[in-house]
């Protein structure tokens, strides 16, 4: 006898028993499990694609398995940060996720990259997540907001220039006519190759923080190209080897609006060749770039046809960390980072800069007696107020070194030279105050010595006597005569002199003695934008922040807070806010007034989405800086005079500002209040819940005007209505959680019913309603007993009367998820009682008026994530509180029927199997508990036709559905949907048999076996 033949024998069926037991989790990461079976899937489906002949998808597919084993890997061997980690995740879901789409596998429900358990969420979060899902695959990628340009210079094929070469790119906005970047410059040796030969290859920038603004404007990458060599190229003379200028020479532009849709999706970089034209007369090379443009032909010289630079483009898009680690490649290559002029269009709490850029612009010089005129070299230097020289404060583009000093390139013989060119100056921050610009004007000859004759300079303070700095504009400057022996040792000698008019306003009475004369017909002009986040150039701003030197201003001052703009406001958050509060401190009564709308004016700055990532810096200034311990008092006082004053003006602007700055004045109303507290060990407790309670019929009055007729109450009632969740967890500080739940409800329950008030204030009350059940207060039981009937009360009516359908199944939605996460707890049995009386005749009602539209599925789950909480006792109260019978039947033959059109129609997609088997369990778990209310009630001298029949036609639909057709699955499916539901078909069909012997003789003497008289109709009694 064979050994497993006398194991038979052995392990007899006595010894065998069917127990409960635990779910084993496995230790490993659930994405890593996740991964592992569905490669062990996907291969097997994999080479049926072979078989099949679906070659494209065959070896897509096969990359993509390569690639989820090489993520998997990183998983397993653990060596990654959280952040690489969750990037990793995500990947693979994404993965995963295009294999089960492009294979015919079923969606996977995820939240934060893993799968869910269908029974740990409620229906209506697991149909979220469904079809966020969905929408996510057919609207792709959704474009980052920032966007980074990489550059790479390959080559720089040069004609006949035979000297070394500067090429400096930028990017330009040629509607705007300006350069909207930095520049990155590049120095090439006479061959045309990198000067430094340790930067072979790695001739690269990247130009960030793009927004998609940006890639929608018509930008240029414009090259120019400076030589460093002789005056003239065609000079016989080579003149002293020591002698070498900056003299222009070509200039490449590309049109980026093109480049922009080719790089786009690419993943790599893409090659571009430049062609360097040459400017034909040098007073026209500040605008060369747009002539070329313009394609204004007679003002430049092409290149023959293989002269030019070669470049490649890539375009990256994300935050500047995430490519920083997904390119590491590239970063590797000594990147040159270069920012755009100003800042970018989110600006963030941690980005300190604090960058001049100077541009020279142009000058008038005489000729001096000579016969031609002058070859004009501007050099410029930042010295300190001692007189020192600043190291290394001057850049004339990312990808080289800073310098300590600048020399401009020279226009061959021209007394007006425009050189409209920019340098950056990374002046630090302590050395900016005292510190000034030096421009010196020399004259460079072209005879045999190659002389550099000083004749003049210009200067410029960096800052103001008021402590302003230069402001963004263009300045015209004196220009003072000098020669080569003249010293600027003691720089206090030209530094008491004017620089331009304005200075010379200031002091008219000047010694005629002075040490240096002014040339009146020679002028020289320079412009400047500041990029500071230290700095300022707003003159109100320093009044503010200095209001102590000049109090009799003050009311003037903030006045003309709101004309600061938003970046100079931000840049001296804390500073701008203690001041405010010191002056509230210092009079409260004469500031106060202003003081609030200033308050309100920097909190509403907060919402722009540009400066929403200082809210922190205000939370943090709240909880750790703030400290005016009697500003509550104020601010409430304030608030309500605004909310009191909205049914009386008809102007509501600094009404509606006030309202949505509400969650911002609490916090400093109740940060205020604990400092107060704190400080008098709990003083006039009863003074401020007074005033509280006081500040909360001001709210409700507001709320409760008619505002049909006032489109302004309309804007102000929506305003408070937006911004009232946002004070919850601020009054939760100072309050009990029964305490804030009453106000709330009060609050919510002054408002006008849903007949009396427009539809967009109905959907703005909505809103409110949604955001409250989803804020933290309504997750506590004691709040949520309070909370949950004037919750229910306005949901009932919407439905009633079909409006805001949408915003109505998102708050049930929200309901049902806390429900069920909290399903433990004794208060949600009373609940769900309390939802089951509110909702379920008109969720019904609402699904067979809606049940062919498109967002009938969101009121599906609703339905089904209640029916999922009833229990037993649920349905025994349900059932036992129909006044009639005829009641009854008519709940009844409502909720068959919206079981029948959920297996009729496509609610749910073929894929989202996880969806239709919970539907077929929640139902047939429901008609058992139905089902005895129905044999109880219309049998015999009762019997019902109609329900019957409704029932019976829904147990055969049931039975029938492809989605539980066992025999059609694949064997693992198969397993797992029989290891957690078991064949729901036989229990259906045990209900119908039970059923059918229940009615006996009746069923036949009405003729209503015809309807079950349906395909399969055999098969159905064969499974029972």
Known sequence: MHSYTVLLYVFTPMFFCCRLCETVVPLEDPIITETTSTLQEWGVLWKQLYVKHKVDLFHKLRHVMNELIDLRRQLIQGHLAQDQTREIKRHITVRLDWGNEHLGLDLVPRKEFEMVDPEQISVSELYKLGDNMRQRHGDGCRVPVSHHLFINLKSFTYNSISEDADVFFSLYDTREAKQISEKFMVRLNKNGGPKNPEKVDRLCALFT???????????????????TGRMLLNDSKKGPPHVQYRRPYGCAVLAMSDVFHTITDLKEEKDFVLKVYTCN?????????????RKSNTKYSAPSTNYGLIISLQLLRGELEQIRRENQAVFNRALALTRKLGFPDVILPGDTRNDLYLTLERGEFERGGKSVQKNIEVTLYVLYADGDTLKDCISLGSGEPNTSEYRSFVL????????????KLPIPIDRFRGSHLRFEFRHCSTKDKGEKKLFGFAFTPLMREDGTTLSDENHELYVYKCDENATFSNQGLYLSLPCCKE????????PA??????SPKETFWVSTILCSTKLTQNVDLLALLNWKAHPDRVLDI???????SGEEIVKFLRDVLDTLFCLLDDNTDKYGPLVFQSLVFIINLLRDSRFYHFRPVMDSYIQNHFAGALAYKELIRCLKWY?????????QDHIQEAMRALEYLFKFIVQSRILYSRATCGMEEEQFRASIQELFQSIRFVLSLDSRSSENLVFTQAALLNSFPDIFDELLQMFTVQEVAEYVRGTLGSMPSTVDIGQSMDVVKLQSIARTVESRLFFFPESRSILLPVVLHHIHLHLRQQRELLICSGILGSIFSIIKTSSMESSVQEEVEMMVESLLDVLLQTLLSIMSKSHSGEYVSCLLSLLRQMTEIHFHHLLN??????????????????FRNLMKLTIFPRDWSVMRLLTSHIIVVTTQFLSPALHKNFSEADFDFKVWNSFFSLTVLYINQPSLQLEALGPAKRKKVFDKYGDMRVVMAFELFSMWQKLGVTFTNQNCVTCISKPRTSQVWHSV
Do not use: T
């Open 281 to 293: 007369n040098e007073n026209e090379w500040y605008q060369i770039h747009e002539n070329i443009i």
């Open 412 to 423: 061959y013989h021209n007394n007006s030279p425009r050189w409209s060119e920019m340098v």
């Open 881 to 898: 509180n129909f006044h009639s019978k005829e009641e009854l039947k008519e709940f009844l033959l409502k909720i068959f029927c919206v």
């Open 558 to 564: 903030l006045g003309r807070l709101r004309q600061i």
């Open 503 to 510: 200075d010379f306003n200031s002091c008219p009475n000047l």
């Open 209 to 227: 923080d793009l927004s998609s603004k940006d890639l929608k404007r018509d930008l240029y990458i414009v090259a120019h190209v400076i030589r």
């Open 513 to 518: 003695n002075l040490p240096f004369q002014r």
């Open 643 to 651: 909310m009191d004053r909205s049914a009386e003006v008809v102007r």
